[in-house]
């Protein structure tokens, strides 16, 4: 492996030039001194790993100095923190383990002398959707997005599981009138009455997950969505055909229509979320 002065390491937003001592966020230097960047290099050439308090003592201080270890190395590490934006009771980027050392969140990418090196973080490594590689996915990364205030994905994430939440209800509550609707439309097949009472069952807690989740803002919510997006997308696309029940009130182009947008809100509460999460990883 290249030496670790010649390399150079991106995560998100964030460069670090490893041989002229830089840290730039968006191409935009920062500050940051020189004990905290010795910290960050060896964090990020260890990304996913467990790097010990001993081995930062050995790195940062020779046998024969004195020092308030931890208190300076505490110290260290806040001010790396408050540089990437990043919390200790809600970590993004350094995790603290208590009494054993401290270990590097996100995926890094390594460069050294034309050489990529993919690290791969912990959680992609407990994740295989993470694991994909970018250029088999065909579903948008959250690098291909553009950094949207975090209000406003959330507050059209909130109104997309409020949205499937009063058709799962609305459903349910009128379900003598639906079987009417089915009846007249496939001849009451007792099976598709079946799928429409368990698929709401399961949507409603699901729903209500994700919209406590996303009001209290529950940490790594993208990470938890994408787990879970294979059987959100089928529940969804289940109900993308609804509007066809109201076809002879409504009209066959304007079920369509309204079919045409349900299949795609799957796709689009999966876009909200890792813009969310972009946004909050530019702090």
């Known amino acids: 492996m290249p030496d670790e002065g010649r390399r150079i390491f991106r995560f998100g937003v964030f460069e670090v030039d490893a041989a002229d001592g830089e840290l730039r966020k968006s191409g935009v230097r920062l500050r940051l001194q020189d004990q905290p960047f010795q910290v960050l290099v ?16 050995q790195k940062l201080w020779p046998a024969d100095t004195f020092v308030d270890f931890d208190h300076s190395l505490n110290t260290i590490i806040n001010k790396l923190r408050e540089v990437l934006g ?3 009771t809600n970590p993004r980027f350094i995790e603290t383990l208590a009494k054993r050392g401290y270990r590097f969140l996100p995926a890094v990418e390594t460069v050294a002398i034309g050489i990529i090196e993919a690290t791969v973080s912990l959680s992609e490594a407990q994740d ?23 209000g406003y994905t959330r507050v059209l994430f909130l109104l997309i599981q409020i949205l499937y939440l009063s058709f799962y209800i609305a459903a349910l509550a009128r379900l003598g009138v639906v079987e009417e609707l089915l009846e007249h439309t496939f001849g009451h097949p007792a099976w598709i009455t079946a799928i ?47 509007p066809f029940l109201l ?15 349900l299949i795609y809100l799957p796709f689009s509460q999966r876009t909200l979320l890792l813009m969310r999460e972009r946004a909050k990883s530019q702090g």
């Open 42 to 57: 060896l964090l990020l050439g260890r990304a996913g790993e467990i790097v010990t308090r001993e081995e930062l003592r």
């Open 86 to 88: 990043d919390s200790a």
């Open 128 to 150: 295989p959707i993470a694991k994909s590689p970018p250029t088999t996915s065909l579903l948008t990364r959250s690098e291909d997005l553009p950094s949207v205030p975090h």
């Open 196 to 242: 429409l009472v368990v698929s709401a069952a399961v949507g409603i807690p699901v729903r209500l997950y994700l919209l406590s989740a996303v009001a209290f803002d529950v940490a790594g919510l993208s990470r938890k969505f994408l787990r879970l997006f294979p059987g959100i997308f089928v529940l969804d696309q289940l109900w993308a055909l609804s």
């Open 247 to 261: 076809a002879p009130q409504i009209g066959l182009g304007l079920a369509l229509a309204a079919t045409a947008a």
